[in-house]
Antibody, heavy 123, light 107 residues
Framework: QLPLQESGPGLVKPSETLSLTCTVS??????????WGWIRHPPGKGLEWIGN???????YYNPSLKSRVTISVDSSKNQFSLKLSSVTAADTAVYYC???????????????WGRGTLVTVSS | DIQMTQSPSSLSASVGDRVTITCRAS??????LNWYQHIPGKAPKLLIF???SLQSGVPSRFSGSGSGTDFTLTISGLQPEDFATYYC?????????FGGGTRVDIK
């Protein structure tokens, strides 16, 4: 059983909303020690941080995506989710869920990752 | 956003070689630099955090150094399982940003 496992549709139509879920094994999604986050890797481009959520529900988003992103936690299911609205072909990417570790600079590195899931935006 | 530039973008090496990968930040990030390994089909793996701290479970042949804008990941004695793509990431300020990656393949 993988510690983090992404799931969701592999194909989304342009202008629709991309929805992904990450299941956390071990039942510690409510831990005050941890944030949870999403990162993506478009083909031929670099890795891009999407956003993080703290167990309390406080969210942090990349300003470049903030207007279209919602990250939420469902502790009853040990899951957290990503919604990205109004998608275009530029949102085609491998999407990773990850566990961010906070730094003294109120920033993060990522000590645990899922294997990633490819989402293609196409009609 | 802070831009991260890795070099080289790819390299070929043999088992047992010493490999060095460089990461440069567009502004000073103190020591807030992290390194990851990614093998296709697997989850990316944290190797080094805050420039030189080895993540638990990572072999000691991996080491990191640097501060300010220039950082280095060194693999001392490349092993078959080390052929992968390596990424740096800054965790100093603004949105976390990543380097473009360095692919290490077999010579």
């Amino acid at each position: 059983q993988l510690p983090l496992q992404e799931s969701g549709p592999g194909l989304v139509k342009p202008s629709e909303t991309l929805s992904l879920t990450c299941t956390v094994s071990g039942g510690y999604i409510n831990s005050r020690s941890y944030y949870w986050g999403w990162i993506r890797h478009p083909p031929g481009k670099g890795l891009e941080w999407i956003g993080n959520i703290y167990y309390s529900g406080i969210t942090y988003y990349n300003p470049s995506l903030k207007s279209r992103v919602t990250i939420s936690v469902d502790s009853s299911k040990n899951q957290f989710s990503l919604k990205l609205s109004s998608v275009t072909a530029a949102d085609t990417a491998v999407y990773y869920c990850a566990r961010p570790i906070s730094t003294p600079t109120t920033n993060w590195y990522f000590d645990l990752w899922g294997r990633g899931t490819l989402v293609t935006v196409s009609s | 956003d802070i831009q991260m530039t890795q070099s080289p973008s790819s390299l070929s090496a043999s088992v047992g070689d010493r490999v060095t990968i460089t990461c440069r930040a567009s502004q000073s990030i103190s020591g807030y630099l992290n390194w990851y390994q990614h093998i296709p089909g697997k989850a990316p793996k944290l190797l080094i955090f805050t420039a030189s701290s080895l993540q638990s479970g990572v072999p000691s042949r991996f080491s990191g150094s640097g501060s300010g804008t220039d950082f280095t990941l060194t693999i001392s004695g490349l092993q078959p399982e080390d052929f992968a793509t390596y990424y740096c990431q800054q965790s100093d300020s603004g949105p976390p940003t990543f380097g473009g990656g360095t692919r290490v393949d077999i010579k």
